[in-house]
């Protein structure tokens, strides 16, 4: 069964910044689409960026929604089968429970094209 856990949550202050990462086991996240989604409360869970290399590229594809474009940097480690999201110059809307997820194959933000999610982190923005 896929496994997909999150880290690196928290409470940070407006411009601050935080590092997320999403690990995988039992399944190789270089083949798949990887992506981070969020949701605030009593608001629906929407994509924040995407990771896409098919197994083929070292770096992948990535793709930012407008709101996190300039600010955040998703990257993958092949090595250790980890996907990070850097989150630089957080805003107060920027809270939500982040989630990643993968198993697609294309460069996505549609949640329905995900079959396997993790648990989620807290991210709070907060002075």
């Known amino acids: 069964q896929v496994h997909l856990v999150e880290s690196g949550g928290g409470l940070v202050q407006p411009g601050g910044s935080l590092r997320l990462s999403c690990v995988a086991s039992?399944?190789?996240?270089?083949?798949?689409?990887v992506a981070w989604f969020r949701q605030a409360p009593g608001k629906e869970r929407v994509g924040v960026s995407c990771?896409?290399?098919?197994?083929?590229?070292?770096?992948?594809?990535?793709y930012y929604t407008d709101s996190v474009k300039g600010r955040f940097i998703i990257s993958r480690d092949k090595a250790k089968n980890t996907v990070y999201l850097q989150m630089n110059s957080l805003k107060f809307e920027d809270t939500a429970v982040y989630y990643c997820?993968?198993?697609?194959?294309?460069?996505?933000?549609?949640?329905?094209?995900?079959?396997?999610w993790g648990q989620g982190t807290q991210v709070t923005v907060s002075s």
């Open positions: 990771i896409y290399s098919g197994g083929i590229s070292s770096s992948g594809i990535t």
């Open positions: 039992r399944f190789t996240l270089d083949y798949y689409a």
């Open positions: 997820a993968t198993g697609a194959i294309q460069t996505t933000l549609n949640p329905a094209d995900f079959p396997y």
